[in-house]
């Protein structure tokens, strides 16, 4: 083992973290659908960012453990995708769809607007850790353009208005 | 192995016969077509993600990736149609849209398939006027270096990663034109096959960090030859610029190492151009005077060994070889002790090791390249009982004197030789490095190394290969097999000194009395079988 294996795999054992009995059994019941371990991966990233709030670099490592593949790979496919919580992201996630259809109805006045509100730029986190703003890609409901997507739940047709009545409904 | 069933079809109205399930792209390659390609790489799955390989099929009505296409029975595949050019030239506008063109400081200039694609195929300029995307040059592990900028998606390291190592290290990360290859934080790419991700990447995304600004690539000559790192004796491309070698990579032979070699091999060269190796003759006779003059070695080892035998009688004196020297220098070697009267034939070997398992590579547990070629010339018991022997005999004074190869690479003679050499009244070494705490009466000579003799050497699965001659030895350097042919020649025994080839006649079937090969010529690039694997007992690794 090299020297650099060693430091980054020693900074890596003091950060570990476990799925909880729970998790592990409602993994094991997703193992059930899929025909291999590599096909289950998107759900049990799922199920990771629940039990973990969000994914980061150990939550991934965790999952490489359970599921008995390569980090990297994890790593790959769980880049891939913008839709699962990041480790470190804040407590609400505001995801503005920007595909084409929210653009014509006006998703650029609600990125400025969040922007203006909550003093940060989409990707970034406010400092007391209650949102993070994002800009995605379609989330298929262009026929209730615009749309954004606060935690698991789509708000449609969105004006300024909701939206501010929206943020302060918000703990 | 049953064969598969051949298929009759045709490429550009070229009739062409290959078995059921092979790719058309490797049909094409077999019959001397040529299909541009990227991430296709024969070694490993293909995966089709590039696009580079675009035919025209008859049974599709769009272009098909001819790496992930079958052939079919009357199937009619076209490569240089304008429908195929022009997608060519639209694949690798897209290719070039974020490719930095660094090529004058890209250590892959020269050798790289992008180079080579557009170039024959490309574009012949970019419509694209946005700024380009930027990504990270950094270390992904202690011997690779990515230059993002660089990568084109073709996943052919994933791949590696994936089927060959078997260690998953590299991924594709993010998507669209953010994607590019890293590893995952924490876990470096730190394989013992790491360097092979950089011979198979297209462009100059992974570079090695050891050869990084050593040479461009178009100014080194290669020479095929054989890795003498270990036992398994990998098929390689010596490559040299200036009489240095300068890297080593694998040479393909489906017997040995398919299309790959460990990293530790790729360093066997190291002590050859290292500064501190042993380039001058030190002849020391008896009453302290030393001569440099290697025509002279000969005799000063001759006369050394013949004061010994004269003094203390012919079974005073010992002959210790090497599981490092070539099977014609141990022919000689053996000769030469038969003709000075002396029992007492060692060789020093490098202490075994664990073996090493990947998905698709072993790295066996002997770090010797010529281990059985020992056994066979020497005999098996020279690797350990009879140096033991040799060892007490000096140790209690019945050896007096001694003619031994230090040539193991980094490898140091043991703690116990060291002092017991020194007792000697008459010792001979040649030896890679400067030696202390030798006898007064000696003679230190340096060895020859990797890279720079020709000759053959038995790996450990019984496959007899040639070694070639890349750089010519430093100008000061005689050749062993040489001084001891000249020794021979005091003795009578030998009427003049013959290259390797003619050595390689004599001893051909006097070793293998089944050789079907009488000239070294004959072994090839591939080298050829000369036992059977599984009827030798050596092959077990050492666990
Ligand atoms: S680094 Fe090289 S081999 Fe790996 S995906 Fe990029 S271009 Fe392909
Ligand atoms: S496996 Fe052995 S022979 Fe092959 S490259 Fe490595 S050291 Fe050289």
């Known amino acids: 083992m090299s020297a650099f294996q060693e430091i980054t795999q020693a900074a890596r054992e003091d950060e570990r973290v476990e799925f909880s009995a729970e998790a592990k059994k409602k993994i094991e019941w997703i193992y059930t659908r899929y025909p291999n371990r590599e096909a289950a991966l998107l759900p049990v990233l799922r199920v990771a960012e629940k039990e973990f709030d969000g994914i980061g670099a150990a939550a991934i490592d965790c999952i490489a453990r359970e599921m008995g593949l390569s980090p990297g790979y994890i790593y790959g496919v769980f880049t891939f995708y913008t839709h699962y919580k990041r480790a470190g992201e804040g407590k609400y996630v505001l995801q503005v769809c920007a595909t084409l259809p929210c653009a014509l109805r006006g998703c650029r006045d609600v990125v400025h607007h969040l922007e203006d509100k909550l003093g940060i730029k989409p990707g970034e986190t ?46 | 192995m049953s064969e598969a069933k051949l298929v009759k079809f045709k490429i550009n109205g070229q009739e062409i016969e290959a078995p059921a399930g092979t790719m058309v792209i490797k049909a094409a390659h077999e019959a001397g077509i040529d299909v541009p390609h990227f991430c296709y790489h024969p070694g490993l799955t293909p995966d089709g993600n590039c696009r580079m390989c675009l035919v025209e099929a008859s049974n599709a009505r769009k272009p098909v990736a001819s790496c992930v ?12 149609s304008d429908t195929v050019k022009e997608a060519r030239e639209g694949v690798l506008e897209l290719m070039l849209l974020n490719h930095p063109l660094d090529c004058p400081i890209c250590d892959k200039s020269g050798e790289c398939m992008l180079q080579d694609n557009v170039y024959d195929h490309g574009p012949d300029n970019s419509r694209m006027t946005e700024p380009k995307m930027m990504k990270p040059t950094k270390d992904l592990g202690s011997t690779v270096a990515l230059w993002g900028n660089r990568c084109i998606v073709c996943q052919r390291c994933t791949r590696f990663c994936e089927e060959v190592s078997g260690t998953g290290e590299l991924a594709i990360i993010h998507r669209g034109d953010s994607s590019v290859v890293d590893v995952f934080p924490g876990y470096p790419l730190e394989n013992d096959l790491s360097l092979n991700t950089v011979d198979i990447c297209p462009v100059g995304a992974l570079i090695s960090k050891d050869f990084l600004y050593e040479a461009r690539v178009w100014n080194m000559k290669d020479t095929p030859s054989i890795c ?58 008896a009453d302290g005077t030393i001569d440099t003059n290697p025509k002279n070695a000969a005799s000063a080892i001759f006369n050394g060994l013949n004061q010994v035998s004269a003094n203390h009688g012919t079974q005073a004196i010992a002959g210790i070889g ?49 281990r059985l070629g020992v056994e066979r010339i020497l005999g098996r018991e020279a690797l350990e009982e009879n140096l033991e022997k040799i060892l007490s005999g000096i140790q209690n004074q019945s050896i007096r004197g001694a003619l031994i190869f230090d040539d193991l690479l980094d490898w140091d003679l043991p703690a116990e030789w060291q002092s017991a050499l020194s007792q000697l009244e008459f010792l001979a070494i040649f030896s890679l490095r400067d030696r202390t705490h030798l006898p007064q009466h000696s003679c230190l000579l340096p060895a020859t190394t990797f890279g720079e003799k020709d000759g053959s050497m038995l790996n450990g699965e019984g496959r007899l290969q040639r070694l070639r001659i890349a750089t010519q030895l430093p100008r000061t350097i005689r050749y062993e097999h040489e001084i001891l042919q000249q020794m021979q020649q005091e003795l009578g025994m030998r009427s003049k000194v013959v290259p390797p080839s003619a050595l390689f006649k004599e001893m051909g079937k006097a070793v293998w009395p089944q050789l079907e090969i009488s000239t070294i010529r004959e072994l090839g690039d591939q080298g050829i079988q000369v036992e059977s694997p599984t009827e030798n007992p050596q092959r077990a690794t050492v666990s």
């Open chain 2, 322 to 370: 090497s599981a490092f020297m070539s099977c014609e220098e141990l022919y000689v070697f053996k000769l030469l002790f038969d003709g000075l009267q002396t029992p007492h034939l060692g060789a020093f070997s490098r202490p075994q090791r664990e073996a090493k398992s990947f998905k698709q590579f072993e790295i066996p547990g002997d770090p010797n390249p010529n």
């Open chain 2, 228 to 285: 003498t790192g270990c036992s398994k004796g990998c098929n390689v491309e010596i490559q040299q610029e200036r009489n240095q070698t300068r890297r080593i990579v694998p040479r393909h032979n489906p017997e040995v190492n398919d299309y790959w070699m460990c990293d530790e091999g790729r360093e066997v060269f190291k002590p050859a151009v290292s500064e501190d190796r042993l380039l001058d003759y030190q002849l020391r006779t």
């Open chain 1, 126 to 171: 406010t400092e007391d850790g209650k949102f993070t703003l994002k800009k995605v890609e379609c989330l298929a409901s262009c026929d209730t353009a615009p749309v954004v997507q606060i935690n698991d739940d789509y708000h449609e047709n969105l004006t300024l208005e909701d939206l501010d009545k929206l943020l302060e409904s918000f703990e």
């Open chain 2, 69 to 80: 296409t079958p052939v079919a029975e009357g199937l009619e595949i076209t490569t240089d």
